[in-house]
């Protein structure tokens, strides 16, 4: 604990302030951190107000990513308190370790484990690949268990100066796996969604898997970027507390990320023109950077449309590969009752042919259902990995087109 009742002083670190060498750098991430931590909360009040139907353990993992970030948000202004306000001109106890410093930094480690372990278990999902699964996991568990030591030689030095030159070679070594792991994570998923974005080429779905691959990228190339400039930080100033800085808001950036890929279904959603049932509450909608309520009444919406049933791509597969044109004739019908195509009235044959496409189409979708719910016991499909996690009843899957039907 940082001698308060010492009114000792010291030249401070590298002949400058004490406050102004050790503390520039979390004063800074704080200040930051706090901004950030009131888009957490805005994105938490958003999921739990807009996915009530959500299932149990999504709900869990969004409160307790809000819990740590809150309990990160609280130890940050006690470590500012504690060190700018009552150790206020002891150079002696600004420059000496502190166990709240430490349980910061641990918070913010465990935000990251549990944002990466959800990271992990998406590109699972989406891909199926066992070993890319199974190298993110060891990644996070490394870099995590490296972080938690780091931590804990914190106790061993009473000086911040003699811990940053005692366990230089630990925050590299942490630093850089947190660069692997927030590099890998991005690479692989925008791989398999650009690989996919090809066999949906012409389809709303792919607009919705260029939105995810830019999403993708965005945010793999931020964290990225904030490790390598977290560890450029370490290696160059290696008497100061400056890489903290991007320590804490890079903690913010996992969070508002993970929420972010969560309240991001809706739109996907209607962009592929699935229901998902919300909040009899007044909708919120993010529009670029407002808040709109909108005060809508929701109609029951647990199951698909006619109009929705049959803009299948494997409905769409099937009948180009009878010699139709690419889009199916049932995707130029409104079948509620208004024409979209070129004719307005549309013909007896054009109607029994959609008629017909429809009835496959539900057929299909129930049996890729039934087929989904008995592998493994493991009720996935590929919207789960667009970040649009099952939930009973709020989401209608459209599958991915089925190379047999030559997609």
């Not at 996915?51 to 740590?68: A, E, K």
């Not at 699964?133 to 000086?159: D, H, K, N, P």
């Not at 972010?260 to 998902?276: F, H, T, V």
């Not at 024409?339 to 009835?359: F, H, I």
């Amino acid at each position: 604990m940082p001698p308060y009742a010492s009114g000792s002083t010291t030249a401070g670190v590298g002949g400058g302030s004490p406050a102004a060498e050790i503390m520039r750098g979390p004063l800074i991430g704080s200040l930051i951190g706090m901004a950030l931590y009131g888009v957490t909360c805005l994105q938490t009040v958003f999921y739990y107000r807009a996915y009530p139907g959500d299932r149990l353990s999504l709900r869990m993992l969004v409160s307790l990513v809000w819990v740590f970030e809150t309990a990160h948000a609280c130890m940050s202004i006690f470590v500012l308190d504690r060190y700018l306000i009552l150790s206020f001109g002891n150079d002696l106890a600004v420059e000496s370790t502190d166990w709240v410093f430490t349980i910061m930094l641990i918070i913010g480690f465990m935000t990251d484990l549990v944002v990466y372990l959800y990271f992990t278990w998406k590109v699972w999902a989406f891909t199926r690949r066992k070993w890319a699964a199974l190298f993110m996991l060891l990644v996070v568990l490394a870099r995590t268990a490296i972080s938690l030591w780091g931590c804990a030689e914190t106790s061993r030095y009473e000086l911040w100066l003699d811990y940053r030159k005692n366990t230089l070679s630990i925050n590299i070594i942490g630093n850089s796996l947190f660069i692997a792991g927030d590099t890998f994570s991005a690479a692989i998923l925008a791989y398999y969604l650009r690989k996919n974005l090809l066999l949906w080429k012409g389809s709303p779905t792919s607009q919705l898997l260029h939105r995810l691959v830019v999403y993708t990228v965005a945010t793999g190339t931020l964290t990225s970027l904030i490790d390598v400039a977290t560890l450029v930080l370490t290696v160059q100033q290696t008497s100061t507390l400056s890489f903290t800085a991007l320590i804490i808001i890079q903690t913010r950036i996992y969070a508002n990320s993970l929420l972010a890929s969560l309240n991001m279904r809706r739109l996907n959603a209607q962009r592929l023109g699935s229901p998902i049932t919300m909040s009899p509450d007044p909708d919120i909608a993010l529009m670029s950077t407002s808040l709109q309520f909108a005060g809508e009444t929701n109609a029951n919406t647990n199951t698909a449309t006619e109009s929705e049933l049959v803009r299948s791509p494997r409905t769409s597969a099937s009948t180009a590969a009878s010699g139709s044109a690419c889009r199916p004739p049932e995707l130029d019908i409104d079948w509620r009752g208004h024409g979209s195509s070129s004719m307005d009235v549309p013909s007896e044959n054009t109607v029994s042919q959609a008629m017909l496409a429809k009835t496959v189409a539900v057929r299909e979708l129930e049996a890729i259902k039934a087929e989904a719910e008995g592998e493994d016991g493991v009720r996935e499909s590929w919207h789960t990995a667009l970040a649009m996690p099952d939930s009973n009843s709020d989401v209608v899957r459209v599958p991915p087109p089925s190379p047999g039907n030559g997609s």
